[in-house]
């Protein structure tokens, strides 16, 4: 590097090959990286309008909602978690949070930053909530909003939400709920289960590149933000300004906010239509299977799940370590060997679980078996009794009798 000359710093840069099978980013589909690279356009050419005109609309088919007030905010999707607190809360608002993993954690702290008094509602990591706690925190504490992680990325944890969403509208409270990582990946039913306002990202399911952030905003959450009585903490993400640039207050004009990502919203455009090509049910069933063939082989490995069975993320697969092997080591050899990334464990699991996601475009067969293969292998060389090519044997088996039970029904 000492002798490293100015004209090799300034070359093309070009990443290592990856296959990203981590919590996300997830690997992007080539049609939309063809869109990031698309000409400019400006921020209100009549032909830029049209395109976000044509994200909301195929937004709501995802979301599965009718909410004029869907769009998709200029930012990750902590940006969405930011929008969506700040827009309902105002200072000394009463707001009760579900803590079951990092990102409950992280909606409590931005919470409390836009002066909610929080009350928390905690499980231990990789455990689901019952819909009595929510109940028995919202008869106490009368709050204005309850805060929910749909899909915890940090434990592999499906959250169910119809029942606590009846029990927040029997009480006249609104209810939020974090989409990240379920979006396009298992079904997010808005409107049939109720739910007020709703943020995701596009790096996770929709394999998008990150640096959007998709909300939607029913009725009553509108309603809320219409009759504050206090300006919005954040400028930016200020939804009564943002909703007039992306047309969804009362039609008419379109009024300069910010200078979107146009070429992200392009990408975002794309990859909400290669979901609905290949149709939300057929997606689900396809995160599905990809997950039961490595349940199958991780479970031929001896490596069982942290979430109760029920309450697993089909797309994200939060696994105990076994015993005696090197959380840092593996990692770094299914990287630097076969350019496959997993991740790690946070909070308490950090150096007890791993983190396999499938994902949108990663959710594939091919990468099913390559990350038992190398799995397998790394095993055997920490020295554990795995039966060679069991965990392929098991995958193989899964799919091979989706096969033959698609054939019968055909």
């Known amino acids: 590097m000492a002798h490293e000359t100015v004209s090799e710093r300034l070359s093309a840069w070009a990443p290592s090959p990856r296959t990203l099978l981590g919590p996300g980013p997830s690997e992007v589909h080539p049609r939309v990286l063809a869109a990031l690279g698309l000409p400019l356009l400006g921020h209100l050419d009549p032909e830029f309008i049209a395109l976000m005109d044509q994200t909301q609309a195929m937004l709501r088919q995802v979301f599965r909602t009718q909410n004029p007030l869907t769009l998709a905010v200029s930012g990750t999707g902590s940006a969405g978690m930011e929008t969506v607190i700040v827009n309902l809360i105002e200072p000394g608002d009463r707001m009760v949070v579900g803590v ?17 008094e929080v009350t928390v509602v905690e499980r231990p990591f990789g455990e689901a909530f019952a819909p009595e706690e929510f109940e028995s925190a919202v008869r106490r504490v009368r709050p204005k909003l309850v805060g929910l992680v749909h899909a915890e990325t940090s434990t592999g944890v499906c959250q169910p939400v119809e029942t606590i969403a009846r029990i927040c509208h029997e009480h ?36 998008c590149p990150p640096g959007l952030a998709p909300v939607t905003f029913g009725p009553r959450a509108v309603e809320v933000i219409q009759r504050r009585k206090t ?15 992306w047309g969804a207050s009362d039609g008419g004009a379109r009024f300069y906010h910010h200078t979107a990502p146009i070429n992200m919203n392009y990408a975002l455009r794309e990859a909400l239509a290669l979901v609905l090509e290949e149709g939300l049910e057929a997606r689900f069933a396809r995160h599905r299977l990809n997950h039961e063939a490595l349940k199958a082989g991780l479970s031929a490995l001896g490596i069982e799940y942290i979430p109760a069975e029920g309450y697993r993320l089909p ?27 997993i991740g790690g464990g946070l909070g308490p699991l950090a150096g007890k679980a791993w983190r396999i996601g499938l ?47 698609q054939a019968a029904r055909v």
């Open 100 to 116: 079951n993993g990092v990102f409950g954690g992280r909606m409590v702290d931005v919470a409390q930053r836009a002066g909610a």
């Open 231 to 245: 300006k919005i903490q954040s400028w930016y993400l200020d939804l009564t300004m943002i909703m007039k640039y």
């Open 172 to 207: 006249g409270v609104l209810l939020a709920l974090d989409t990240v990582t379920s979006l396009g990946g298992i079904p997010v039913e808005v409107d049939a289960w109720e739910i007020d306002a709703v943020y995701s990202g596009t790096q996770k399911c929709l394999s």
């Open 315 to 341: 797309q994200l697969n939060c696994v105990a370590i076994p015993p005696g092997v090197d959380d840092g080591a593996v990692r770094r050899r299914l990287l630097q060997q076969w350019g496959i990334e």
């Open 359 to 405: 994902m949108g475009y990663s959710c594939r067969p091919a990468n099913v078996t390559l990350v038992l293969s190398a799995l397998e292998t790394c095993l055997r060389d920490a020295g554990l009794p795995v039966q060679p090519g069991a965990a392929l044997d098991a995958a193989s088996r899964v799919y091979r009798e989706a096969s033959a039970g």
